[in-house]
Nanobody, 116 residues
Framework: QVQLVESGGGRVQPGGSLRLSCVTSGIAFRMYLMGWYRRAPGKQREFVASISTGDIVEYDDSVKGRFTVSRDNAKSTVYLQMDNLKPEDTAVYYC??????????WGQGTQVTVSS
């Protein structure tokens, strides 16, 4: 059974930091492109960051310089370090596991709220 379980969300003041984790099971983690997405209230889900099997990273322009994605293949886990958070970062954050020609897997999401 495939599972992606996000954690680390919460409420933080503007300028604060959070570290999200996504622990996976049931997949050959090191073979998957791992991504982070978010859905803000009233908006569609959007790309945040991704990390390839070769540790090539990509970021949406809105988070460049503030967010850092990383992975630990030994723990089958992907992380998203979020610094200098802004109110517009408020959203439910999801991790995604992608492999060519296979339907991607999604986690259930973790809520991040940035508010003073």
């Amino acid at each position: 059974q495939v599972q992606l379980v996000e954690s680390g969300g919460g409420r933080v003041q503007p300028g604060g930091s959070l570290r999200l984790s996504c622990v996976t099971s049931g997949i050959a983690f090191r073979m998957y492109l791992m991504g982070w997405y978010r859905r803000a209230p009233g908006k569609q889900r959007e790309f945040v960051a991704s990390i390839s099997t070769g540790d090539i990273v990509e970021y949406d322009d809105s988070v460049k310089g503030r967010f850092t994605v990383s992975r630990d293949n030994a723990k089958s886990t992907v992380y998203l370090q979020m610094d200098n958070l802004k109110p517009e970062d408020t959203a439910v954050y999801y991790c995604k596991a992608e492999l060519a020609y296979i339907t991607p897997w999604w986690g259930q999401g973790t809520q991040v709220t940035v508010s003073s």
